[in-house]
């Protein structure tokens, strides 16, 4: 089983800050990594799709990079509305990491 | 608009079982593979159960393998998870998601879930 880990668990940002996730994978998965937000209450909303690629409708604040084992999600400009959990998953199996919730300071 | 609606959750004893729907509207539903997400109160995403589009394959995870059965009726649109031998760590949010087009892709669309709870 393919095992995805994020870090950090938890982040407290201040608006217009930048923050950085990362997702780690126990194995190489080439591009076949995602990244999902879920705001409290809601279902995931996809993010990025493949490591890198923007999604239309989804705020250019959002970027995504790497390949292999190692993906970052940046969000360049926090905003209150980011306030969320933020999920890899891969698409070989299936998994997904286990989350990394964004508060607003 | 794409729409995908669960249904069918609720209160079921341990070693019970319950089943699932999931009805699409929006797209063509029998062109799409389909999944079974869940997420236990307060914990994060968990991949559940697959199937293709045409329901010839199907897959699982380890901790429901043998347990639920996957299942679609394309003439009604619909998407299935029986769950038999339901346990204490079943209780969950479980949401059905489209695979976007292809293997190895992603969810681009996901319903509003529907709460299982196991508890006698």
């Known amino acids: 089983e393919i095992v995805l880990t994020q870090s950090p668990d938890f982040q407290s940002v201040t608006p217009k800050e930048k923050v950085t996730i990362t997702c780690r994978a126990s194995?190489?998965?080439?591009?076949?990594l995602h990244w999902y937000q879920q705001k409290p209450d809601q279902s995931p909303k996809l993010l990025i799709k493949?490591?890198?690629q923007s999604l239309s409708g989804v705020p250019s604040r959002f970027s995504g990079s790497g390949s292999g084992t190692d993906f970052t999600l940046t969000i360049n400009g926090l905003e209150a509305e980011d306030a969320a959990t933020y999920y890899c998953?891969?698409?070989?199996?299936?998994?997904f990491g286990q989350g990394t919730k964004v508060e607003i300071k | 608009e794409v729409q995908l609606v669960e249904s069918g959750g609720g209160l079921v004893q341990p070693e019970g079982s319950l089943r699932l729907s999931c009805a699409a509207s929006g797209f063509s539903f029998s062109t799409y593979a389909m999944h079974w997400v869940r997420q236990a109160p307060g914990k994060g995403l968990e991949y559940v159960s697959a199937i293709s589009s045409n329901g010839g394959n199907t897959y699982y995870a380890n901790s429901v393998r043998g347990r639920f059965t996957i299942s679609r009726d394309n003439s009604k649109n619909t998407l299935y998870l029986q769950m038999d031998s339901l346990r204490a760590e079943d209780m969950a949010v479980y949401y059905c998601a489209r695979q976007y087009y292809g293997s190895g892709t992603y969810y681009d669309y996901w319903g509003q879930g529907t709460l299982v709870t196991v508890s006698s």
């Open positions: 998953h891969q698409s070989s199996t299936w998994t």
């Open positions: 493949y490591a890198s």
């Open positions: 194995q190489s998965i080439g591009s076949s």
